[in-house]
């Protein structure tokens, strides 16, 4: 018999009775900028924050705490933790509960080999006993709302109905399935079956992650898996709108069709907030092309957008080569899919042994 739930509500979503959407943490990007910039489009039901480093001498970085104390989207934000010590889990998540988040989340997913060598994110998945020693502990410091996201497992899949039998043991109140083992990193097909089967066997509501591209992915999905909601997160830094959209779709409404213009107004409003003056222009050019990398997907079948934006060195060269794709038809529509084969960086997802975490100088999609 498993133990009575003692379950906090969620905070509600904006589309009453409908399904959830969420934006999923990504390191470098889901900041308090990123944040605004997509609420500006159609913010998600909830946020995560990009994860916070646990370990002896980690204290919650401020860069990554500005997006707790600062938010001001309207929605709420729970922090993520990624580490594997007890005690600093416990001393970290309580010092983060002085904020004002919607609830703590750990990570049990980061498949950086850097990061999994650590037995922290991902290489978690391969100890359900210290996974269950975590999440106890966990459950025990948090008196609101304790949420994990995970993958469905290291190498093979053997351990995910243990991890799934945790998350009921111990009472977990939202759980993220990222439907790909760690070794399948970012770019292999998603096992939505292994989804709908967390969904069936948690008695928490499941968020479903994973290549959802689009709002009319995001039904399919949703129908497929049965999940509470879908988590997105590299084609929401592609097409912001892709929330909105969601609930437009996922109520039945007519979907808000988006032109090259609005992809213009995007770009420039995503530059301008990420833009600071101790950031050298061209530094910020390439920070901004790590964006665009996926951005461009969308532009125009043949990646002539790609093509021409890896080249612009200055603020002056990107925009005009904005102007020139982006302003020649303004009113031609953004793709609501990746054009098929436009791939941002074709040879740029080996898992990288010197890479610390998840970041977009590794991942494309
Ligand atoms: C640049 C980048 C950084 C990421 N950082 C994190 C992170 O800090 N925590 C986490 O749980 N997942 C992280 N992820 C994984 C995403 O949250 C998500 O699970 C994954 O990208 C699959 O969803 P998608 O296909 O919608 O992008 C990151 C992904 C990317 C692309």
């Known amino acids: 018999m498993l133990p009575a739930v003692r379950r ?16 999923a943490p990504m390191q470098d990007v889901t900041d308090l900028a990123f944040m605004r910039v997509i ?37 709420p ?15 970290t998540a309580g010092e983060l509960l002085r904020h004002n988040v919607a609830g703590i989340d750990l990570n049990l997913g980061c498949p950086a080999p850097k ?49 799934l039998d945790l998350v009921n043991e111990h009472q977990v109140d939202l759980l993220s399935v990222h439907g790909r083992t760690v070794k399948e990193m970012y770019r ?53 709108w892709i929330f909105r959209q969601c609930r437009e779709q996922l109520s039945g409404r ?3 069709r988006i032109s090259l213009g609005d992809v213009r107004d995007y770009i420039e409003r995503l530059y301008r907030a990420t833009q600071s003056p101790e950031i050298p222009e061209g530094s910020h050019v390439n920070k901004m092309k790590k964006y ?11 990646g002539a957008f790609l093509h021409d934006m890896r080249r612009a060195q200055t603020e002056a060269e990107l925009f005009s080569l904005c102007d020139r794709h982006l302003m020649a038809e303004p009113d031609r529509e953004f793709s609501p899919e990746p054009y098929p084969g436009v791939i941002a960086r074709p040879n740029c997802e080996t898992p990288a042994d010197g890479v610390d975490g998840c970041s977009l100088e590794t991942i494309t999609a």
């Open 8 to 23: 906090s509500p969620l905070p509600a979503g904006q589309h009453p009775g409908g399904p959830l959407t969420a934006l």
């Open 39 to 75: 609420a500006h489009y159609g913010a998600p039901d909830y946020f995560f924050t990009e994860f916070f480093r646990v370990h002896a001498q980690s204290r919650p970085e401020k860069h990554i705490l500005r997006s707790i104390d600062e938010n001001t989207t309207g929605r």
């Open 77 to 91: 934000v729970f922090a993520q933790l990624i580490g594997e010590d007890l005690a600093h889990l416990a001393r």
């Open 115 to 163: 990061v999994y060598k650590k037995n922290v994110g991902g290489g978690l998945l391969r100890e359900p006993a210290k996974v269950g020693e975590i999440l106890a502990m966990l459950r025990a410091t948090v008196p609101g709302l304790f949420t994990v996201k995970m993958r469905i497992g290291f190498e093979g899949t053997e351990n995910f109905d243990r991890l």
């Open 188 to 240: 292999s097909d998603v096992h939505y079956d292994f989804i709908a089967h967390a969904v069936s066997r948690v008695q928490c509501p499941v968020l479903a992650n994973g290549n959802v591209t689009s709002a009319a992915r995001a039904g399919g999905i949703l129908t497929q898996t049965r999940a509470a909601g879908v988590m997105i997160g590299r084609h929401a830094i592609r097409n912001p």
């Open 254 to 256: 007519p979907v808000t």
């Open 292 to 302: 665009l990398n996926f951005v461009g997907q969308s532009v125009d079948p043949r």
